[in-house]
Nanobody, 116 residues
């Protein structure tokens, strides 16, 4: 069974940083592109960033480019999202996700709130 479990969210002041983690199990993590998506209150899901299976190619939505860094540790089956210079507009539930064996999977999410 594919499982994706996010952690690392919380309350942070504007300009602060957080590092999100996603522990993956139930599949060969190192064989798949992985993605972070987010959902702000009252809004739809927004793609944030993706990383290929080897971790040598990354893409970002324009609004986070230069502030967020996606990475992965295939030996530890873990996906990361380093978030710096956070703004209130980054407040959302953050999910890690991937299409595994043709099925889309998403974790339960971790809440990030940016507020003074």
């Amino acid at each position: 069974e594919v499982q994706l479990v996010e952690s690392g969210g919380g309350l942070v002041q504007p300009g602060g940083s957080l590092r999100l983690s996603c522990a993956a199990s139930g599949f060969t993590f190192g064989g798949y592109t992985m993605t972070w998506v987010r959902q702000a209150p009252g809004k739809g899901l927004e793609w944030v960033s993706s990383i290929n299976s080897r971790g040598d190619r990354t893409t970002y939505v324009a609004s986070v480019k230069g502030r967020f860094t996606i990475s992965r540790d295939n030996a530890k089956n873990t996906l990361f999202l380093q978030m710096n210079a956070l703004t209130p507009e980054d407040s959302a539930v953050y999910f890690c996700a991937g299409t595994i064996n043709s099925d889309y999977h998403r974790g339960q999410g971790t809440q990030v709130t940016v507020s003074s």
